[in-house]
């Protein structure tokens, strides 16, 4: 059986940590793709230095660094990376002008060389970046996802786990909507061992949590100063390729295209999803109550915004 092939398009902060993450759980072979010039050389150097990390780790992934799309022909996966990453100051939505063109010339090249692959969007502002690469593959909507529940939530649960003194494997939560400051984080699915987060933290206090989840980008770009968060954005998008190789049926959440869904109308944004070989098998429709519902509209709306202005620079 051929090892499953995974490409990572932009070998920068997330990008290369990503495959790092792929290749010490063993998910497959994986190609880095970065642009030519100046820097024609970083992926092949980056792929180079992770191959000779296989013997400590013990992974056999082969790891290719490129500036060539024939090399990732016929991915299963393809993760996106590429575009720029925000500064101390900027929103990602600062973003929009640069990651669209960069989005549109990838995506270009994804569906003429992997044409079945399921696309992991990781770029910013995401919930607009996956809406652009499904409109440029013209892939099939389950496979065109966006990376940011995933990433979003942990951060939540770290939080919880770090407010409780309690394991990180004990808090289970969830949160929607764009990737952005509007992101609903759902107080009603958040648990610790079973028991609803609302027994254990005050309401006061579980606001400034999600509070703090809901700037946790800004939190990272702050002391960085010179880009932002990867390691785990790139832990969350080596879990959703996780999801789709090893066929999970994860339920995590997932920037997702929605049209009955949530009444959404036809954009990406993030709600819970089932995660498998197919990409998103199935979008899991909650009961929100009136208070979560106004939330996510509002959150909805703010990436309708956004979609809107994309539409007139690309
Ligand atoms: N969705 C999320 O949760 C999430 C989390 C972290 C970062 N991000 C976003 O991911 C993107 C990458 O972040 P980063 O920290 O890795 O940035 P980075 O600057 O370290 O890496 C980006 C890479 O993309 C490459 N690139 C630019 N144009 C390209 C093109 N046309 N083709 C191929 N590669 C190209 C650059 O050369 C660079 O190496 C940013 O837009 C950032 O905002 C999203
Ligand atoms: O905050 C950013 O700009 C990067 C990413 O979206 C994050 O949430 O860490």
């Known amino acids: 059986m051929r090892r499953a092939k995974i490409s990572i398009i932009g070998a920068g902060n997330v990008g290369a ?29 980056k792929a180079l230095d992770l191959m000779e990390s296989s013997p400590i780790f013990g992974f056999d992934s082969n790891i290719v660094g490129t500036n060539d799309y024939a090399d990732t022909a ?8 590429a575009g ?50 499904l409109q440029v593959t013209g892939f099939p909507p389950e496979r065109v996802i ?14 919880i786990a770090m407010e409780l003194g309690v394991s990180v494997e004990d808090v289970s939560a969830l949160l929607m909507g764009g990737h952005g400051d509007t992101m609903v984080p759902l107080a009603s699915c958040t648990s610790v061992g079973g028991i609803p987060v609302s027994q254990l933290i005050k309401p006061e206090r579980l606001e400034e949590i999600i509070d703090r989840a809901r700037k946790g980008g800004a939190e990272i770009v702050g002391l960085l100063k010179t880009g932002s968060a990867y390691y785990a954005p790139a832990g969350a998008t080596a879990q959703m390729v996780e999801a789709v190789i ?19 109308g036809g954009f990406y944004v993030g709600v819970p999803v089932i995660v498998g070989t197919g990409g998103i098998e199935k979008i899991v429709e909650l009961d929100l109550n009136e208070t979560e519902q106004a939330a996510f509209k509002k959150s909805v709306d703010a990436v309708k915004e956004l979609v809107g202005a994309m539409a007139k620079l690309v």
């Not at 016929?74 to 990376?81: E, K, L, Q, R």
């Not at 994804?110 to 502002?125: D, G, L, M, R, Y």
């Not at 966006?146 to 939080?159: C, S």
């Open 17 to 45: 940590t990503c495959a790092h993450w792929c290749a010490v759980e063993q998910l497959g072979d994986i190609v880095l793709l970065d642009i030519p010039g100046d820097m024609a050389d970083m992926p092949r150097g």
């Open 246 to 264: 090893r066929d999970k049926k994860r339920l995590i959440p997932c920037a997702a295209y929605c049209d009955k869904e949530y009444g959404v």
């Open 146 to 159: 966006g990376q940011a529940g995933v990433l979003d939530t942990a951060r939540y649960r770290t939080f």
């Open 84 to 133: 720029i990453a925000r500064k101390p100051g900027m929103s990602r939505d600062d973003l929009l002008a640069t990651n669209a063109k960069i989005m549109g010339l990838v995506c270009e090249q994804v569906k003429k060389t992997s044409p079945n692959a399921v696309v992991i969007v990781v770029s910013n502002p995401l919930d607009a970046m996956v809406q652009r690469a």
């Open 74 to 81: 016929d991915s299963d996966v393809v993760v996106i990376t």
